[in-house]
């Protein structure tokens, strides 16, 4: 399979906690299965609040104190991803309304859109936003996307 055949987007609202979050936890999962030189894997924010900024200082300590490096700037989502990724993965119902509305207007759509939870063998079907909780919230963040970007990576790899 053509590497360009694999692509992951990672969305939420704003792309400082738990996109850049799902983004950094899927490419350290394929990096330690040997993979993810066949994956393009990126995160974006389908607001324009926060675009250019780093992640979340919060995000940023938590993916640290489990050995995860994060680099990443937020940006928006562009009508380009929907025709580019393979996979369009979101946070919550919000992410998901805006993404298939702009789907739904992009050319050449190629995307499925889908809330990155309902990979979660625990059935946690919505990764709630972090941004107004502690460091607890950041945690489970973490742990959520860990579950579900293994389950994800399995089922696509």
Same mark, same amino acid.
């Given at each position: 399979? %053509?590497?360009?055949?694999?692509?992951?987007? /990672?969305?939420?609202?704003?792309?400082?906690?738990? @996109?850049?979050? !799902?983004? %950094?936890?899927?490419?350290?999962? !394929? #990096?330690? *299965?040997?993979?993810?030189?066949?994956? *393009?894997?990126?995160? !974006?924010? #389908?607001?324009?609040?926060?675009?250019?900024? @780093?992640?979340?200082?919060?995000?940023?300590?938590?993916?640290?104190?489990?050995?995860?490096?994060?680099?990443?700037? %937020?940006?928006?989502? #562009?009508?380009?991803?929907?025709? @580019?990724?393979?996979?369009?993965?979101?946070?919550?119902?919000?992410?998901?309304?805006?993404?298939?509305?702009?789907?739904? &207007?992009?050319?050449?759509?190629?995307? &499925?859109?889908?809330?990155?939870?309902?990979?979660?063998?625990? &059935?946690?079907?919505?990764?709630?936003?972090?941004?107004?909780?502690?460091?607890?919230? /950041?945690?489970?963040?973490?742990?959520?996307?860990?579950?579900?970007?293994? %389950?994800?990576?399995?089922?696509? @790899?």
């Amino acid at each position: 399979m %053509a590497s360009s055949n694999k692509s992951v987007l /990672f969305v939420c609202l704003g792309n400082i906690c738990r @996109s850049p979050i !799902a983004e %950094a936890v899927f490419r350290k999962l !394929a #990096t330690e *299965r040997g993979v993810v030189d066949q994956w *393009r894997i990126d995160s !974006a924010a #389908t607001s324009t609040y926060e675009i250019g900024s @780093s992640p979340d200082y919060r995000g940023q300590a938590c993916m640290r104190k489990h050995g995860i490096t994060m680099s990443h700037i %937020a940006r928006q989502v #562009t009508n380009d991803d929907f025709a @580019s990724f393979e996979h369009i993965l979101c946070m919550d119902e919000s992410n998901l309304r805006d993404l298939n509305r702009r789907a739904s &207007k992009a050319k050449n759509c190629r995307s &499925k859109v889908d809330l990155l939870g309902s990979y979660d063998p625990h &059935k946690q079907l919505i990764i709630e936003d972090p941004y107004y909780g502690g460091d607890e919230d /950041f945690e489970t963040v973490y742990q959520q996307c860990v579950r579900c970007c293994k %389950a994800f990576l399995e089922k696509n @790899s």
